[in-house]
């Protein structure tokens, strides 16, 4: 076994050398080959892999996106070789196990971004979704060492059982072969107008000057003959006698002159007859071709309209057994959806009765603090009073409810409480001072039977006070009142 072995790589091949004195890998296009070491070459060409990825829409629309990816490893970059030279290029590339690994990352990018796009913008911005899908795509496969070379994403395929872009493509025959129907039936219209109308004013200029040419043609020959008799009549008259010549001759002439006038006016007026009743033959035959023609454009809408609503019928019984079968799935999707609102709607509500709490708080700490101002504002006025007054309590409260009108208050409530009042004035007396007795001992037990009798004698006329002033009774064990006497 040789000790040492020179390798050199092909134009698409690097060599990669692992073993003694080699922490990693190490690549090369030539190298030297030592023992312990192990050299393996792995092909950097490209390889195109086809898929057809089955994705839906965000409408729950199945399709199929048939695509190409040219991948291979990124040679420009050394640690991105180095990935693929650990990941991959042990595996043969053309292997399943490397494009069900492509094809995973691949799908998976698609059906993401296709779940958050509906299928009008899928298909009007296949650009931008493929740039979208690319730029997914590469991110993924750039922990592999693989870069995106070229690919190519061709037109989405409905699938089986899901006719959604050919019901898409009839639409758009059927509009199409509709709008060709209307615009020839318009095309057709305005020719036959545009010929009849030619057609009448070329009848109409023709008339025109033939009545020109037969009133010129009148004219001159109506002069012609004038100059003619003139002649005849001067010779005749220069014959016989000049003065009754030329007398007879001025009046023929005024006689001629005055036939003349009258054929004239004559053929003007049955000129002008002519052309008004040739006119308005030409007129009524442009009004018939005009109703002819509004009557086959009404014939020709009526049919195409007729067409269109059969055409529409068929389409709207396609598109409610199509909305028919999306139903179930619309249901579905639109529970998951009311469940997912339900779970906003609740974080909404913790997040706003948060914010609440936070903003309660907030008023209490601001209303703490005007109401703190607020006492050190008076704290500093009283003291400011007290110093003007030199200290002296007594003063600075007298002028404190003064300035309150607390003086002014007490006075007012005083007066409210007496307003209205009926005071009685009674006296009683508890009858004579003197009573009959002999020693001192009498004397002090008398004087305490007084007292006695007094306090006892005071009791009606105040229990009748109150009963007057409150119409309160005193209770049943102590008496009952008797009525005054009238």
């Not at 509906?118 to 009007?124: A, C, L, R, S, V």
């Not at 001159?220 to 016989?240: I, Y």
Request: proline content about 2%.
């Amino acid at each position: 076994m040789a000790i040492i072995s020179f390798k050199v790589a092909s134009a698409s091949e690097y060599l990669a050398i692992t073993g003694w004195g080699i922490n990693d890998i190490r690549l090369a296009k030539k190298a030297w080959v030592f023992i312990g070491q192990s050299c393996a070459r792995f092909d950097v060409s490209p390889v195109n892999y086809t898929f057809k990825v089955e994705a839906m829409s965000s409408e729950k629309l199945p399709f199929i996106l048939p695509a190409v990816f040219t991948i291979g490893p990124q040679t420009d970059d050394v640690e991105s070789l180095i990935r693929y030279a650990r990941l991959i290029a042990p595996c043969d590339k053309n292997s399943d196990h490397v494009k069900d690994l492509v094809q995973g990352v691949i799908e998976g990018e698609t059906r993401v971004l296709a779940a958050a796009m509906t299928m009008e913008e899928i298909f009007k911005g296949t650009k931008t979704f493929k740039q979208e899908v690319f730029g997914k795509v590469q991110l993924e496969l750039n922990q592999f060492g693989l870069v995106i070379y070229n690919a190519n994403v061709k037109q989405l395929v409905d699938v089986k059982n899901h006719e959604y872009f050919s019901y898409l493509g009839q639409k758009t025959q059927q509009e199409a072969a509709n709008q060709a129907k209307v615009d020839v039936a318009e095309a057709r219209m305005k020719g036959e107008m545009g010929s009849k109308e030619r057609d009448g004013r070329t009848r109409q200029n023709a008339a025109k000057i033939d009545a020109e040419t037969k009133a010129y043609s009148k004219q001159r020959e109506g002069e012609g003959s004038k100059a003619e008799a003139k002649v005849q009549t001067e010779v005749m008259l220069f014959q016989v006698e000049q003065e009754a010549a030329v007398a007879a001759a001025n009046a023929q002439l005024a006689v001629k002159k005055a036939e003349w006038l009258c054929q004239a006016k004559v053929a003007d007026v049955e000129a002008a007859k002519a052309i008004a009743i040739r006119d308005s033959e030409l007129q009524l035959e442009v009004e018939k071709k005009n109703a002819s023609c509004q009557t086959e454009k009404l014939k020709a809408e009526l049919l195409t309209r007729a067409t269109v609503n059969y055409e529409i019928k068929v389409q709207e019984a396609n598109w409610e057994l199509y909305r028919k079968q999306k139903v179930a799935e619309a249901a579905l999707y639109e529970q998951e959806r009311q469940a997912e609102g339900q779970r906003a709607i609740a974080e909404a509500n913790f997040f706003t009765l948060q914010q609440q709490a936070d903003g309660a708080l907030y008023a209490k700490q601001k209303e703490a603090e005007g109401i703190l101002s607020i006492a050190e504002a008076q704290g500093v006025y009283l003291r400011t009073i007290l110093e003007a007054l030199g200290g002296d309590y007594a003063a600075m409260r007298d002028f404190l409810m003064i300035d309150g009108g607390t003086y002014k208050e007490m006075a007012r409530i005083n007066a409210e409480a007496v307003k209205g009042l009926n005071p009685k004035i009674s006296i009683w007396s508890n009858g004579s001072e003197v009573a009959g007795g002999g020693g001192q001992g009498s004397s002090h037990v008398s004087s305490a039977m007084r007292d006695m009798a007094g306090v006892y004698s005071m009791l009606p006329p105040l229990f009748g006070t109150v009963q007057e002033q409150t119409g309160m009774l005193p209770p049943p064990w102590m008496g009952k009142l008797e009525s005054p006497a009238n």
